[in-house]
Structure formats: C-alpha cells, structure tokens
C-alpha cells in the first residue's frame, strides 16, 4: 500500500477519534480543543495524500474511491456532531449531505458508462470552506467575531455546496441521458 492510501486510511481511522473527543462528557472545556486538533491532522491528510499521489505518479483505484468516501465521512461525521451540539441547523448539513448523495449516485452512473467525473473547482472550495466551518463551529469561542465568521462560514459552505452540485450537473448531464435516446 502506497503513502496516499495510507494517509487516506489514516484520516478514516481518525473519524472516531474525533467525534469521541467531540462529543464524550469525559473531557468538558478541552475535548473540543482535542476534536479539532484531530480535525486539522485528519484534514490536513486530505490535501497531502493526493498532492503525493499526483506527484509521485501513485493514483490508484483504491485511492480513487476511497479519498472521496474519507472525505465524506470525515465532513459529514464533523456536521452531523455538530447537530447534537447545536452548533449548526439540520436544514443545513441536510442540504449538503444530500449534496454528496447526488454526486457520488452522478459518479456512479459515470463511471458505469466508463466515465471519470474528476474533481472540480467547486468542489475543492466547497470542502475548504466546510473544514473552515467546522473547525470555527467546534471551537465556539464565544466572541461576536468568530459568532459572525461561523455564521459567514456556513452560509459560504451552503452556498458552494449548491453551485458545485449545480456545476457538476450542468458539466456532466450527458452522463444522466440513456444511450438508447
């Protein structure tokens, strides 16, 4: 197993890790201190195992499936944690879970027609900003400045979770069309 797919591994292994830090009363006034220091390592192995993977020639299957499903479960793990600590609404992580259904069902369906859906813009900014959120919401430092960051952070992640649904579509909409038409 090449280092990507280690790091990729590394993040999935990190997710309980994190939402027990989260979200066990064991450590009041510093688990969420904990929870995002594990937060940004686990993040921080999103960016490095596929800079090292095209660096160094080393994409493969497994990282191709398994990166994004890290990515997933990482994000949507920190959102739904969120929920239980009300720190962020359920119309909300809904809409951008919901986002990531679409999406890996559109990935499905190309790469059932032998299609690669790669990556976009969009949607490298959608996860930035989601991180970002995250980690301003865990931390909830009670100042008017991050109170209104976390508020401009969600907002912006919401946003970008809806152009880059909205990207991918319109990019890729020959992929939802039959060969039979």
């Known amino acids: 197993m090449n280092l990507p797919n280690r790091l990729t ?3 999935v292994i990190l997710i309980p890790f994190f939402v027990f830090f989260l979200l066990a009363p064991y450590f009041t006034g510093y688990g969420n201190y904990i929870a995002v220091a594990v937060f940004i390592v686990a993040s921080i ?3 490095l195992d596929g800079h090292i993977a095209r ?3 080393l994409v493969t299957n497994f990282g191709k499936f398994m990166d994004p499903l890290a990515d997933k479960l990482l994000v949507c793990s920190a959102l739904i944690c ?3 600590l009300d720190r962020l609404p359920a119309w909300i992580v809904i809409i951008i879970i919901a986002r990531e259904f679409i999406i890996s069902g559109f990935r499905l369906i ?3 027609n032998g299609v690669v859906i790669a990556a976009s813009y969009w949607g490298k900014f959608k996860t930035t900003f989601q991180m ?3 980690i301003v919401l865990i931390l909830d430092i009670p100042h008017p400045v991050f109170y209104w960051l976390g508020v401009i952070l969600t907002y912006v992640s919401l946003a970008l ?3 880059s649904l909205i990207d991918y579509i319109v990019k890729n909409k ?3 069309q039959d060969k039979g038409e």
Do not use: Y
């Open 161 to 163: 979770t809806v152009i």
């Open 174 to 176: 020959n992929v939802l």
């Open 132 to 134: 970002l959120m995250v």
């Open 45 to 47: 192995t999103d960016f």
């Open 82 to 84: 969120l929920i239980e």
């Open 9 to 11: 591994l590394f993040r």
């Open 110 to 112: 190309a790469s059932d």
């Open 55 to 57: 660096k160094r020639n």
